[in-house]
């Protein structure tokens, strides 16, 4: 008998959870619009695929972007040697600059403040050395990220105890539910290093207003524990309200900066996730300070450091790209949300992020999360999509489902729609939207094409109608 | 007060060590031939910088192993949004491919057992999570690369027990020396999990030998310990006697699998730091796995797998590199070893790596480390090169100086000798090497035959052995 660790036979990989069956349900049967018509269609995949023909034309048009190409290949020795661990100073001026203009220019960020990390999987684990010891917590608002329990706990040591936020109030995080959190902690014996949130969130999609953040950096203040802003889809705010960040918010009200930090990736803001490009900036020189260190067991490729500071130095493309990704986003989201509302399908009113947090309660048994699994079931396995459940983010209400629309092409969007439709359909015979009733036939207006929707008035998104269908999970 | 976590506070970082006072001397005044003349050369980095031409003439022909080209574009999505922590199996083959052919294909390297992270720096990282608690304990040999100590150690909270190898004996691992340190840390109350072995070794630049090897692999088995293999430098040994790495080994006498693990990376043997290429390969089952989910943390970015991809299933670029980095490597050391000894610095004698170790144990005031530190800071601050002093290695004896030989270009290397040559002179009027005293005047014949340049060097004149100190060695006296 070998002995390894215990960290290696544990599951803090957190790989065990039955979320993990919808990702295998699509790995043996992926959806292919020729070879695999009937496979499954990944919607539970929170990826940004909606810009890469304007990120293409700019690729083409910057061949010095490249270390191989003949601009670029007086650049490679230099490059191929960097391995500095405070990052090129080019890529640091470039990402300090790409981050202010997604919050409009209202803040600026320090170039000398940008530390790199393997992705944003592992900024958020160096975030938890540097912060906390083993055995500490941080108090994290629910629905979140399922990926939080093993970055920040796994090799760490540390603990994560959830800021219960609820359907009633839209899941806004309440002073009432940090103060609980915090209490709860404190029973447990945990002792409290910091407060984590997301924001534009995930997975609801959407952002944190002013008051509401000004509430939490009082919060964090006066119990004087850190609070770490994931603001990874900052740039996917593609509707009003404005997105406001935490760096914006401590400029407003007293707070005491080195409590301050701010996990960035350009994964879901431009769809590079393959590129490994995590990013810390804190307020706090000694985290600075320490997290740079850090950064060496996970620095971004001085290749990527290269293409990424060519794109995002040229400031023309980042302002078209910016605008150009958030009107691709709105299109979609738009479309998706109505024509699930068609079907009598609402969700959170969102405005950002790669998905919807669709209300499927209706549709469960009964009010348990085993009735949100068997639901769950049925949509991967009869209707043939990849959704997350919500029990997989915590959330502390069954039925809600967080469905991604910004990763795959129009196309399979429709194909999507249509299993949707389809679905709701048969289960819909009995009950009819009085809206709907008044075309001639019901089919008929539910495979409205996607052309036809843009130039339509169109129904409110995000609610229900009124007459919802009432459909029974089938298990 | 702001409280952070006790690794954030603490100074397990290892950077508060003297060993980097050289590295500030080099950075606040960097040699540049044109700009700074007289500035630190840095010869304490170890970097390959020896094919970079042969590269470049590669990638020149290859636009398709680059995302941004019309050849490669169409790549570039499907490639920006692959973060798969299994590695792009295009990737996983290449580099099974390279590290098989590195050991001049007797032995396969299997594609699935190909783990990424962050560097070789990440890949020990994940290795200690992977195989030892906080508290629990590695055995190191001798003297060993610096960063071991917070990579291994950091943040993770394992302790590193070292195996101490002696001059006396070349710095061969023994039997002995490693189990008086298993026994230490027995006494110490650690529980030993493993052994990590650098070969070819980092800072001796030498290559351990079958029976060394076999001996170890026999040790690990009996006391049923991981033997970690870091052999980051396997394509630098560019002279006989061939290298034989621990998967060969494994192959010729019985060892349990499971306890096997080689770390490997593209920094050194490619001179690719800047990539962050580490791989850890396991021959355990559950490591792999463990460690390929670990690998999120560290993963390489899917740009550089696509081109270390395309360059390493180039096998005609290959088989080429492999050669002209060792016939770069060969006649670098080559030159720089004799023209050491032709002013009586001897080193080890050695035939991979980026460096030398140097042995200036004649040149202390004391045998102490003091005095080795006082030698250091002489020979950074007058004679102005940035070397490493063994101590920073953990060495057990002091005297002796890793420096590098790879990381510069022949002119800058020809000013490094030089400064060597001019300080040992002004040491040394009254000692004279006997055979140099043969010529009619000794600084002309000191100097006529130091600045024999590179060229002279290559003819067919017979060459002394670069490897030994001359015998009357000048006893030059460190000044304080």
Known sequence: MVAISKIATGNGHGEDSSYFDGWKAYETNPFH????????????LAENQLCFNFIKKWVMEHPEASLCSAEGVNKFKETALFQDYHGMPEFREAVAKFMGKVRGGRVKFDPDRIVMSGGATGAHEMVAFCLADPGEAFLVPTPYYPGFDRDL????????????????????????????????????????????ITNPSNPLGTILDRDTLKGIVKFINEKNIHLIGDEIYAATVFMEPEFVSISEIIEEVECNRDLIHIVYSLSKDMGFPGFRVGIIYSYNDAVVSCARKMSSF??????????????????????????????????????????????????LKSNAGLFIWMDLRKLLKEKTFDAEMALWRVIINEVKLNVSPGSSFHCDEPGWFRVCFANMDANTMEVALLRITTFMHKHNEAMVPRKLCRRASLKLSLSRRRDDFMSQNMMSPHSPIPQSPLVRART
Not at 33 to 44: A, K, S, W, Y
Not at 165 to 188: D, G, M, P, V
Not at 304 to 325: G, K
């Open 33 to 44: 619009p020729i070879d695999r018509p009937d496979g499954v269609i990944q919607m539970g």
């Open 298 to 347: 996970g620095l971004v490729s001085s290749q990527t450091q290269h293409l990424i500071a060519t794109m995002l130095s040229d400031d023309d493309f980042v302002d078209s790209f910016i605008v150009e990704s958030k009107e691709q986003l709105l299109e979609r989201h738009k479309y998706f949300t109505l024509s699930l509302s068609q079907v009598g399908i609402g969700s």
């Open 153 to 196: 706990r796994w090799r760490t040591g540390v603990e994560l105890v959830p800021v219960v936020c609820e359907s009633s109030n839209n899941f806004k995080i309440t002073r009432a539910a940090l103060e609980a959190a915090y209490e709860k902690a404190k029973e447990a014996n945990l002792r409290v290093k910091g407060l984590l």
